[in-house]
């Protein structure tokens, strides 16, 4: 079997709202095969940019579009091919978009070789550790005011959900406002049910560790991305100085930048994006160096279903992951209809595919009305 396409779809819906909300515009990796068999994989990230890494010319040895290093190549080498790209693109690719785009590709190979094989790829893994289903968290941005926030909390409780995560704006501009936002969704869940906040970048380390000694007393699970990426300094001593639990990750691109988030930031919660960390090749080495620092891996996505179903396979597939991002936020109308097979939540879980390959199919009439043609 030899790949004999690779191709980039970009979509996006016919209006997007200015919020951190990436589930309003999708990159699609879509690889063909002389078998008949092709996998998608999704690429959350810049998707013009992504899109020229991967259908960009060969340069030199070391600077190659992706497609050109893969078509004719055995898609079922996934180990070979990740290297290949790699070493191949090491010039311009050891982080950020070339990497995130190597992720498209692989979790598209992973997916081609799950229906080859006719088996799930938590399978092909090695896994199988939630059995039947994982328990989720709902995933929403913040309400414009603490009370709308209070009102998101009381549905997603309403829906079944033990747990839920609200980020982003309008935290960060004022110190009451965001004690109050967290302290309405404390109240909308409930005492029983789990509470994460999401930063979203806006704190130095020390307001941080302000926040999340004020937090503390709403009883949250964790605080995510408080700081920038790069501050490993200020997330190492946020994370020695509370003991509210400090997650990261989703802005980290292959295991070494990993690396550098435990090992200097030691965060207690690693966050893995498969849509940005190099796929499920490069993910399950994560996962590996995190359970020999004691550390818990969840996903993070905030995109399509397609990423939800890498990320049910890839939790399924490791013994240091416990529950599953899962978005609920209401409106996002590229998300519902890209694929044919839709997640839903019951009581708080949502079930592990059971398919080959990743288990969900893209939708024709979806791919019709949102692509976007580039040049």
């Not at 898609?75 to 190597?102: C, D, F």
């Not at 209809?337 to 009581?347: G, H, I, S």
Request: proline share 3%; aromatic share 8%; with cysteine.
């Amino acid at each position: 079997m030899k790949i004999t396409d690779v191709e980039v779809i970009y979509l996006r819906q016919d209006h997007v709202k200015v919020q951190c909300d990436s589930g309003q515009d999708a990159l699609v990796v879509r690889i063909s095969t002389d078998a008949g068999i092709s996998g998608i994989g999704e690429v959350d990230s810049s998707p013009i940019a992504v899109k020229g890494a991967i259908e960009g010319p060969f340069s030199s040895t070391i600077t190659s579009g992706l497609r050109q290093l893969i078509l004719g190549e055995d898609p079922l080498k996934t180990e070979y091919l990740w290297h290949k790209m790699y070493r191949q693109n090491v010039y311009s690719g050891r982080r950020g978009i070339a990497i995130h785009a190597m992720s498209g590709i692989d979790m598209a190979l992973w997916d081609i070789k799950g229906k080859f094989l006719g088996q799930p790829i938590w399978k092909l893994l090695g896994g199988g550790f939630h059995a039947n289903r994982i328990r989720a968290y709902a995933s929403s941005l913040f309400g414009a005011t603490p009370e709308e926030t209070g009102a998101k909390a009381r549905r997603f409780r309403d829906l079944g959900f033990t747990a839920a995560k609200f980020g982003w704006d309008p935290m960060g501009q004022d110190e009451k406002v965001d004690i109050a936002l967290v302290r309405e969704a404390r109240n909308g869940l409930g005492e029983e049910s789990d509470l994460m906040i999401d930063a979203g970048l806006v704190w130095d380390a020390k307001t941080a560790l302000q926040r999340a000694r004020a937090f503390s007393d709403f009883r949250i699970f964790w605080l995510e991305e408080p700081l920038v990426p790069d501050d490993y300094e200020g997330y190492r001593k946020l994370s020695n100085a509370t003991d509210v639990r400090i997650a990261a990750g989703e802005h980290e691109s292959e295991r070494r930048s990993f690396l550098d988030l435990m090992d200097r930031g030691q965060i207690d919660v690693v966050q893995v994006d498969l849509t940005r960390c190099g796929g499920f090749t490069e993910a399950m080495k994560i996962a590996s160096l995190a359970v020999d620092r004691g550390l818990p891996v969840v996903n993070h996505g905030f995109t399509t279903y397609i990423n939800v179903a890498a990320s049910l396979h890839f939790l399924n597939a490791i013994p240091n992951s416990f529950i599953l991002e899962f978005v609920a936020e209401e409106g996002t109308t590229l998300r519902d209809a890209l694929t044919k097979q839709r997640f839903t939540a019951t009581d708080g879980f949502v079930d592990i595919p059971m398919e080959p390959g990743l288990g969900v199919e893209l939708n024709d009439e979806a791919l019709s009305r949102f692509a976007v043609r580039t040049v």
